[in-house]
């Protein structure tokens, strides 16, 4: 029966606990909808999603539009390993992104036939 009681126990506290969570959820909802971190963090999710504009790929890079390839690839890598070692994440995803876009640009280039 002592068993019985503790199962008993377990199961009403685990509810309380539960509810109790749920109500500080809401809670926390709705003094973020009050102070607009809600709408701030919904904006900056927005802003972070948008595709990086090629001049801001080469701006971060340091490379210019008469850039060959490998002049690219090179400064990449100097600057990927850079922030690996001594630098930020941040400024790594940022070199790693900017690289990206540039490649999908000389891509796209080499299938227009328009040179780079």
């Known amino acids: ?5 503790i ?3 377990i199961v009403m506290g685990s509810g309380i606990i ?4 749920l109500q500080a959820y809401r809670k ?3 003094n973020a909808n009050k102070t607009g971190v809600a709408h701030e963090a919904v904006n900056n999710i927005r802003r972070a999603s948008k595709t990086m504009t ?3 790929a080469r701006q971060i890079l340091g490379v210019t539009e008469q850039s060959t390839w490998e002049e690219i690839a090179q400064r990449y890598d100097k600057l990927f390993e850079r ?7 941040y ?7 900017a690289k990206e876009c540039l490649e999908n640009v000389y891509q796209k280039n080499k ?3 328009t040179p780079t």
Not at 1 to 5: E, H, N, P, S, Y
Not at 18 to 21: I, K, L, P, V, Y
Not at 91 to 97: A, C, D, E, G
């Open 7 to 9: 199962a008993n126990l």
């Open 28 to 30: 926390a909802l709705e």
């Open 83 to 89: 922030n690996a070692t001594s630098g930020s994440f």
């Open 1 to 5: 029966q002592a068993g019985k009681l």
């Open 54 to 56: 090629e001049q801001e």
């Open 91 to 97: 400024l790594q995803s940022k070199v790693h992104r």
């Open 18 to 21: 539960g509810r109790a969570m």
């Open 111 to 113: 299938q227009d036939g």
